[in-house]
């Protein structure tokens, strides 16, 4: 077979260099390519964009402080309808609706972002021992990990609030937290486990590096991919344990409002005041579902075996 | 395999037991003691060595974890203690209320598999499609709803403005006399709201997830050999196509119990069923402290045995899956 | 002052397997049995055999990327087994592998810039600034472009891959190099120009090479020396135009004669084996080769043949030249 060419450049340069795209395309530009594709996934981003800046703004932007009661507005206990003076109209105490939805939604997706944070803090070191060194450090983080997914997460977080009075925001935060870090441990560990036996890494080891850095440089960004998405979907989490906490009257205390509390002081005026309820309802849906889509994007932008559109 | 049973619950007995031990030095750190929820405060302000004595005899000034051997003990001997509020023993209140939650978690997960599943094939098999745009979306938004709050839309809609169904409780009292049929049909309409709610989350994670993996099965190469040697395209969807595309939503499972329990507590106080769930978020809100005891145990204890129904059955399914 | 650079003593690779899904019997399995092999400075020794016969672990291990159960490698005198974690991975930089699969041994994450000038820098080969130029000289030498550095794997064919992955091994300026399989994966049009690359950079560097595959007519073009494999085993080794020239143990005869003839209207003879390849975890007794073996005897399943020399530095594993 005399097809063997001796050449080593069997195509011109002009051509070559015609071939490449005029962009380098690095990794987080192809998945950001790829995201962008998902309609959804930027309408997520986007509305999620929306209201972080406009609940972190809620100091600024607020018409009325938050625990300011109008008690003269309202004086038969009946709260406000939107409109006027008031947005979104009152609660029964005569505090700006509108202004508790703000600072409300400060709240959650505070705890939301920061119980997530502190889940990867703990998850992602203790999935990268377990996975890379296994032997007995495995084998205790994973126990751990299962005890702690055999707890009933929601129930004991409802007793430690109720035991401890007035528990502040951050300790509730922390909670969530830890009790969240197992999902993200056993991904990153999974990832580990299949990433340890390709031949990249290996070439790493061959190189010479220092585990630390084969760890830190080589494995745990591409390890990462999945636990992106699960940071995503554990803010929606985080969201709806701290609604759930303050629905039950645990969690964040009054005056400062949760989308929670306020769900369940609508209760009461479900029948003449049904926007009470809906509304924080709707906002926690639409955040949730913000961050799904986002989710949803990201799990296509990122799997490198995208066969579906 | 029944070694693995029995070795599963052998581990099953350590982790009860460091539940146990992490609950109980988290109610100690609760301010106050037993003896609180026995006595007036005035009186117990009045006569301090009184109260020394009780609290001697209660074994309430003891240490810790002598305490919680002790109560540790008495569980043991099927002793669970005495609720503070109700003075009632808590094994029996609790026995009267296990089996309403079993029911209606129960149910939730054949809704779940039933509906869930349909929806996802369905889904896929009219991909990009009008069909597969509605009941995604369903699906998504179903996924993504707080229970709660949806338990209060439905409670509002369907009690409150169309009045069909009945909004709390497990019966209507009045209807005590009525036929079998008739008290048969009441009670469904009662649980038709709770156990609609429950089961919501899971239609639309089951849903979205069947959707993905039956889609991922669907372009393999041998369901597109098996079409092409003329099997008939129910064989194809039901014996190749689905029983493979189940095999990701078993993973699932073992998430779904934890949710459903935790679920309980809130969504039980919502409808008003006297579940454990309500039994145990009162328990909480009214600091009884052995009540809360009991049902952490008895939920953790719910949780592990699903779990291991739900290994045993992965192993079943699945002959990749070695135990 | 010896001119072997790299030398194995009976090394030899097991790995314990488990029996079946419901027994926790462990078995061994022989990756590499007892393998003695000397490579001199300069030479390229090819080794051949069947998939599974463990050519591939048998060139991770001599690099000690997996630690040999029992043997010794000994690299220029020493025995890599005695150094310490620090003295090896110093050694590192003098031995390097190229893999068979251009898509999976780089990391995509990195651009090519970043690959190669990662060792030069970590290792203090140069500075920051004159890396820089030594990633641009040494992307020539495997017949790159400049412009090539900024990019990302995903953006090349199989053939750059490689060649990357080539850059790479240089970059840190070793002497012994194991190729393992690598132009298995790329297309026949290709797989000369990476070839003839290896060539011309072991002429340029005085390389030594270790090059595996299982293509006899790719060994043929590269290699100086070549060594037969069968199941952990070393069965023939022999100079490239000796072995060309004569084949001594049945299995390279089958070997060999296997090798297609593009010739339209020759009917060669063959030697064909019957049987299939024995599982590595309970090889047959004695020569493993016997049981697929034309010229089996009494005395090949009990003792266990050893390289024997048979002139003209050709090493021989069979008792039909036992003298």
């Known amino acids: 077979m005399e097809d063997i060419t001796n050449s080593n450049h069997p195509?011109?340069?002009?051509?070559?260099?015609?071939?490449?795209?005029?962009?380098?395309?690095?990794?987080?530009?192809?998945?950001?390519?790829?995201?962008?594709?998902?309609?959804?996934a930027i309408a997520g981003l986007i509305v999620l964009g929306i209201m972080i800046v406009i609940c972190f703004l809620a100091p600024v932007i607020a018409p009325f402080p938050y625990e300011e009661l109008h008690l003269s507005d309202v004086p038969d206990g009946m709260p406000l309808r939107p409109g006027g003076k008031y947005i979104l109209g009152t609660d029964q105490l005569g505090r700006d609706f509108f202004t508790r939805c703000l600072y409300g939604g400060r709240i959650s997706l505070t705890v939301g972002i920061v119980s997530t944070m502190i889940a990867l803090a703990i998850g992602i070191p203790l999935g990268c021992i377990a996975g890379y060194y296994g032997g007995a450090a495995d084998m205790i983080?994973?126990?751990?990990?299962?005890?702690?997914?055999?707890?009933?997460?929601?129930?004991?977080?409802?007793?430690?609030?109720?035991?401890?009075?007035?528990?502040?925001?951050?300790?509730?935060?922390?909670?969530?937290?830890?009790?969240?870090?197992?999902?993200?441990?056993?991904?990153?560990?999974?990832?580990?486990?299949?990433?340890?036996?390709?031949?990249?890494?290996?070439?790493?080891?061959?190189?010479?590096?220092?585990?630390?850095?084969?760890?830190?440089?080589?494995?745990?960004?591409?390890?990462?991919?999945?636990?992106?998405?699960?940071?995503?979907?554990?803010?929606?989490?985080?969201?709806?344990?701290?609604?759930?906490?303050?629905?039950?009257?645990?969690?964040?205390?009054?005056?400062?409002?949760?989308?929670?509390?306020?769900?369940?002081?609508?209760?009461?005026?479900?029948?003449?005041?049904?926007?009470?309820?809906?509304?924080?309802?709707?906002?926690?849906?639409?955040?949730?579902?913000?961050?799904?889509?986002?989710?949803?994007?990201?799990r296509d932008a990122l799997d490198p075996r995208n066969t579906r559109n | 395999m029944l070694k693995y049973i029995l070795k599963r619950i052998l581990t099953m007995i350590p982790m009860l037991i460091g539940i146990s031990i992490m609950c109980y030095f988290i109610i100690d750190l609760a301010p106050g003691d037993a003896s609180d929820m026995y006595f007036n405060p005035e009186i117990m302000a009045a006569h301090p060595e009184y109260m020394e004595q009780v609290r001697e005899q209660l074994g309430l000034d003891k240490p810790v974890y002598v305490r919680y051997v002790r109560w540790l003990n008495e569980l043991v001997h099927g002793n669970f203690g005495y609720s503070y509020y109700s003075k009632r023993p808590v094994w029996?209140?609790?026995?009267?209320?296990?089996?309403?939650?079993?029911?209606?978690?129960?149910?939730?997960?054949?809704?779940?598999?039933?509906?869930?599943?349909?929806?996802?094939?369905?889904?896929?098999?009219?991909?990009?499609?009008?069909?597969?745009?509605?009941?995604?979306?369903?699906?998504?938004?179903?996924?993504?709803?707080?229970?709660?709050?949806?338990?209060?839309?439905?409670?509002l809609v369907f009690a409150i403005k169309l009045k069909w169904l009945p909004s709390t409780g497990l019966y209507t009292p009045k209807l005590a006399n009525a036929s079998l049929g008739i008290r048969f049909m009441d009670r469904v309409k009662h649980l038709v709201l709770p156990v609609t709610v429950t089961a919501v989350s899971g239609i639309g994670s089951k849903a979205r997830q069947m959707r993905s993996s039956y889609l991922d099965v669907m372009n393999q190469d041998y369901i597109r050999?098996?079409?092409?040697?003329?099997?008939?395209?129910?064989?194809?969807?039901?014996?190749?196509?689905?029983?493979?595309?189940?095999?990701?939503?078993?993973?699932?499972?073992?998430?779904?119990?934890?949710?459903?329990?935790?679920?309980?507590?809130?969504?039980?106080?919502?409808?008003?069923?006297?579940?454990?769930?309500?039994?145990?978020?009162?328990?909480?809100?009214k600091h009884d402290y052995p009540v809360i005891m009991a049902t952490i145990m008895f939920s953790s204890l719910l949780v592990m045995v699903g779990t291991l129904i739900v290994d045993i059955l992965y192993v079943l399914v699945d002959p990749r899956v070695k135990l | 002052m010896s001119d072997i650079l790299v030398e194995t003593k009976e090394l030899c690779e097991y790995f314990q397997v488990k029996k079946g899904f419901l027994s926790s019997e462990k078995q061994t399995l022989k990756a590499v049995d007892r393998v003695s092999v000397t490579i001199s400075k300069g030479e390229t020794l090819g080794l051949v055999g069947e998939s599974g016969c463990g050519k591939t672990t048998f060139g991770k291990t001599i690099l000690y990327l997996n630690r040999p159960t029992s043997g010794q490698v000994l690299y220029d005198?020493?025995?890599?087994?005695?150094?310490?974690?620090?003295?090896?991975?110093?050694?590192?930089?003098?031995?390097?592998?190229?893999?068979?699969?251009?898509?999976?041994?780089?990391?995509?994450?990195?651009?090519?810039?970043?690959?190669?000038?990662?060792?030069?820098?970590?290792?203090?080969?140069?500075?920051?600034?004159?890396?820089?130029?030594?990633?641009?000289?040494?992307?020539?030498?495997?017949?790159?472009?400049t412009f090539h550095e900024s990019r990302y794997p995903h953006e090349f064919s199989g053939g750059q891959r490689q060649r990357i992955a080539i850059a790479r091994a240089l970059a840190v300026d070793p002497e012994f190099i194991v190729c393992d399989e690598p132009v298995s994966a790329l297309d026949v049009s290709v797989q000369s120009q990476v070839l003839n690359l290896l060539s011309e950079l072991k002429e340029k560097r005085g390389l030594t090479y270790l090059f595996i595959s299982h293509d006899l007519s790719v060994v043929r073009h590269i290699s100086d020396r070549i060594g037969v494999m069968y199941l952990g085993q070393m069965v023939e080794t022999a100079p490239e135009e000796e072995l060309f020239r004569s084949r001594l143990h049945p299995y390279t005869k089958a070997l060999f004669d296997a090798m297609p003839v593009p010739k339209s209207g020759v009917r060669l003879k063959r030697t064909t084996l019957q049987g299939d390849l024995p599982s590595p975890i309970n090889p047959p007794s004695g020569c493993h080769f016997r049981t697929r073996c034309p010229y089996c005897t009494e005395k090949c399943s009990q003792v266990q043949p050893v390289l024997k020399d048979v002139g003209n530095g050709h090493f021989v594993a069979c008792h039909l030249f036992d003298k």
């Open chain 3, 77 to 145: 005198g020493t025995d890599i087994g005695t150094l310490s974690k620090e003295d090896l991975r110093k050694l590192r930089l003098r031995m390097q592998i190229v893999y068979q699969d251009p898509y999976g041994s780089l990391n995509t994450r990195m651009s090519v810039g970043d690959i190669l000038q990662e060792p030069m820098v970590y290792h203090r080969l140069c500075t920051k600034k004159e890396s820089h130029e030594k990633v641009r000289e040494l992307l020539e030498q495997v017949g790159l472009r």
């Open chain 2, 225 to 285: 050999t098996a079409r092409a040697k003329g099997v008939g395209e129910r064989a194809i969807t039901w014996t190749h196509t689905f029983r493979n595309a189940c095999i990701p939503i078993l993973t699932m499972m073992s998430g779904i119990l934890p949710a459903l329990i935790g679920g309980s507590f809130i969504l039980e106080s919502i409808f008003g069923i006297p579940g454990l769930g309500f039994y145990g978020t009162e328990a909480i809100l």
């Open chain 1, 11 to 40: 195509i011109s340069i002009d051509e070559e260099e015609k071939f490449f795209s005029s962009n380098v395309e690095s990794f987080w530009r192809m998945v950001w390519n790829r995201f962008k594709k998902h309609k959804l």
């Open chain 1, 141 to 298: 983080i994973m126990r751990v990990v299962e005890f702690f997914a055999c707890v009933p997460t929601f129930p004991l977080l409802l007793t430690l609030n109720a035991v401890l009075d007035n528990p502040s925001i951050y300790l509730v935060m922390a909670i969530i937290g830890i009790f969240g870090w197992g999902g993200v441990c056993r991904q990153v560990r999974a990832q580990f486990l299949t990433l340890k036996n390709q031949e990249f890494v290996q070439a790493a080891e061959a190189l010479g590096y220092k585990d630390r850095k084969v760890i830190f440089k080589h494995i745990l960004p591409n390890a990462l991919t999945p636990v992106i998405i699960i940071a995503t979907m554990s803010v929606a989490g985080g969201i709806l344990m701290e609604s759930s906490l303050s629905y039950l009257g645990l969690g964040v205390q009054e005056p400062i409002p949760s989308w929670g509390a306020m769900l369940k002081a609508g209760k009461s005026f479900l029948r003449d005041r049904p926007h009470l309820c809906m509304i924080p309802g709707i906002l926690i849906l639409v955040v949730s579902l913000a961050l799904n889509f986002i989710g949803d994007g990201l």
């Open chain 2, 92 to 155: 029996t209140e609790l026995k009267a209320r296990i089996g309403i939650t079993v029911l209606i978690a129960s149910l939730s997960i054949f809704l779940e598999f039933l509906i869930g599943l349909a929806i996802g094939i369905l889904c896929a098999k009219h991909q990009n499609k009008p069909p597969d745009y509605i009941f995604s979306t369903l699906a998504v938004i179903g996924h993504c709803v707080p229970a709660f709050w949806l338990a209060l839309v439905m409670i």
